[in-house]
């Protein structure tokens, strides 16, 4: 059974909001740059950058960041994920990197993306932007810029589509029957 929570319109406020609380929590645009983890989180990435630009007049440097040689759950002795070598094109090095995917779950994405942040350089801070915190976390991970908080049981899963991707954006819970 799906529900759906967000629309392509409530989406597209929630990200319109986020891009302003950003901008606010770093006190403007210097030093501010965006990674998305590689695929959707690139695509938030890119939506919050365009929306910094048209608010602000500001081009923040905006890049992907793949995870899969990080993972901490996919990596064994037989099995090494198609990963590239991460290269935004710019520096983080002192930079404050807003790290941004779609759903946050048990934060061990996020672990694997600071690590990867980490392998690129020494950013003056890194803070975490979800469209979606699901809850069930296995590691001591927050987010700082959430769209929006929808807690689900094991058995829920969150749907989060994207245009780029689905051709449509929306937000729905799916139960599974065990």
Do not use: W
């Given at each position: 059974?799906?529900?759906?929570?967000?629309?392509?319109?409530?989406?597209?406020?929630?990200?319109?909001?986020?891009?302003?609380?950003?901008?606010?929590?770093?006190?403007?645009?210097?030093?501010l740059?965006?990674l998305?983890?590689?695929?959707?989180?690139?695509?938030?990435?890119?939506?919050?950058?365009?929306?910094?630009?048209?608010?602000?007049?500001?081009?923040?440097?905006?890049a992907?960041?793949?995870?899969?040689?990080?993972?901490?759950?996919?990596?064994?002795?037989?099995?090494?994920?198609?990963?590239?070598?991460?290269?935004?094109?710019?520096?983080?090095e002192?930079?404050?990197?807003?790290?941004?995917?779609?759903?946050?779950?048990?934060g061990?994405?996020?672990?694997a993306?600071i690590?990867a942040?980490?392998?690129?350089?020494?950013?003056?801070?890194?803070?975490?932007?979800?469209?979606?915190?699901?809850?069930?976390r296995?590691?001591?991970?927050?987010?700082?810029?959430?769209?929006?908080?929808?807690?689900?049981?094991?058995?829920?899963?969150?749907?989060?589509?994207?245009?780029?991707?689905?051709?449509?954006?929306?937000?729905?819970?799916?139960?599974?029957?065990?």
């Amino acid at each position: 059974m799906e529900n759906r929570i967000m629309d392509g319109a409530a989406i597209a406020r929630s990200l319109v909001r986020l891009s302003h609380e950003v901008v606010e929590k770093n006190k403007g645009t210097d030093r501010l740059c965006l990674l998305g983890v590689i695929r959707r989180g690139e695509i938030v990435a890119e939506r919050v950058r365009a929306l910094i630009a048209q608010f602000y007049g500001a081009e923040v440097p905006c890049a992907g960041i793949d995870i899969g040689l990080y993972r901490d759950d996919l990596v064994s002795g037989y099995f090494v994920p198609d990963a590239k070598r991460n290269d935004p094109g710019f520096s983080v090095e002192g930079m404050h990197v807003v790290l941004c995917d779609d759903v946050l779950h048990t934060g061990r994405t996020v672990r694997a993306a600071i690590e990867a942040i980490f392998d690129l350089g020494r950013p003056a801070s890194v803070r975490l932007l979800v469209l979606c915190d699901r809850g069930g976390r296995e590691m001591p991970v927050g987010a700082d810029f959430v769209g929006k908080n929808i807690p689900t049981s094991r058995r829920e899963y969150i749907d989060l589509r994207l245009k780029e991707l689905e051709g449509e954006d929306s937000l729905s819970i799916t139960s599974c029957e065990e």
